[in-house]
């Protein structure tokens, strides 16, 4: 759909705001020095120390400040402008030395022209694009030589249930673009909000293929039977921050993660 940047952009700025204030993000052990980063992606990510990192669709920069905190040189980008101010507004606040950049990643030659170390990119990032091809060819562009991708994401496999996880609604594989409408928010179910989403899914064929043929190669891949959030209708906490969904424990898998190097 041609305008579906501009709904998803309106989308993520009204969370925003709601996202700030929730119990999901937790403002208030961040600020304290909690990390926001998981159990998942940590191992991969290793010491970052001295490394620069760019951490594509960072919001409003939670992992990036960790990353920060690690030691890192940390750049975010993210096409939200409110999500935008708000990581500046975060950095400056607890005094973390990190950049932050609106931009859409698919246009990322018009924001960014430094080669990265690693690239950082988690949970709910790629259903939000048409064109993977397009996603991985700007990805592998923002990294120097030998230079890694952390990538962590939902599974696939969950976006093809409808909104309440009764039944199979959508296919595995990229058919169409996914028009949804739903109150609230994931960080906030009683958010006063309801707006349109679009949104594809992408098959893990998609996702490693695309990276292979522009030039990556995988180093580690898993997939995960929980999800290190409660995102998902009707979760159940098996461990902390694991949680899994009524019915379907230990079933499905929720999350995988790769991490992959440019050859």
């Given at each position: 759909m041609e305008n579906y940047l501009a709904i998803n952009k309106a989308?993520?700025?009204?969370?925003?705001?709601?996202?700030?204030?929730?119990?999901?993000?937790?403002?208030?052990?961040?600020?304290?020095?909690?990390?926001?980063?998981?159990?998942?992606?940590?191992?991969?990510?290793?010491?970052?120390?001295?490394?620069?990192?760019?951490?594509?669709?960072?919001?409003?920069?939670?992992?990036?400040?960790?990353?920060?905190?690690?030691?890192?040189?940390?750049?975010?980008?993210?096409?939200?402008?409110?999500?935008?101010?708000?990581?500046r507004n975060l950095a400056q606040e607890l005094g973390l030395p990190a950049t932050f950049i609106e931009g859409n990643v698919l246009e990322v030659e018009h924001y960014i022209s430094h080669k990265y170390d690693l690239i950082f990119s988690t949970y709910g990032v790629v259903g939000w694009h048409p064109d993977l091809q397009l996603w991985a060819r700007?990805?592998?562009?923002?990294?120097?030589?030998?230079?890694?991708?952390?990538?962590?994401?939902?599974?696939?496999?969950?976006?093809?249930?409808?909104?309440?996880?009764?039944?199979?609604q959508y296919s595995y594989f990229n058919k169409e673009a996914i028009c949804d409408e739903e109150p609230g928010t994931y960080a906030n179910k009683e958010a006063d909000m309801n707006l349109q989403a679009i949104t594809w899914n992408h098959a893990l064929s998609d996702v490693i293929g695309a990276l292979l043929l522009h030039g990556m190669r995988l180093v580690h891949f898993s997939e995960y039977d929980y999800s290190p959030y409660n995102v998902?209708?009707?979760g159940v906490k098996i461990g902390d921050n694991q949680y899994q969904i009524a019915g379907y424990e230990?079933?499905?898998?929720?999350?995988?993660?790769?991490?992959?190097?440019?050859?």
């Open positions: 989308l993520w700025n009204k969370k925003t705001p709601f996202h700030l204030s929730s119990a999901f993000y937790d403002m208030e052990a961040f600020k304290a020095g909690k990390s926001s980063l998981t159990a998942i992606e940590l191992p991969l990510l290793g010491n970052v120390k001295g490394k620069e990192i760019l951490h594509l669709q960072c919001h409003f920069g939670q992992d990036t400040l960790s990353l920060a905190r690690m030691g890192a040189t940390v750049t975010g980008l993210d096409f939200s402008p409110t999500a935008i101010e708000a990581a700007n990805v592998v562009a923002c990294l120097r030589q030998g230079g890694e991708l952390v990538f962590a994401e939902f599974h696939p496999v969950m976006w093809m249930l409808d909104n309440d996880f009764k039944h199979i998902f209708p009707n230990a079933k499905l898998p929720l999350v995988y993660a790769l991490k992959m190097v440019k050859e």
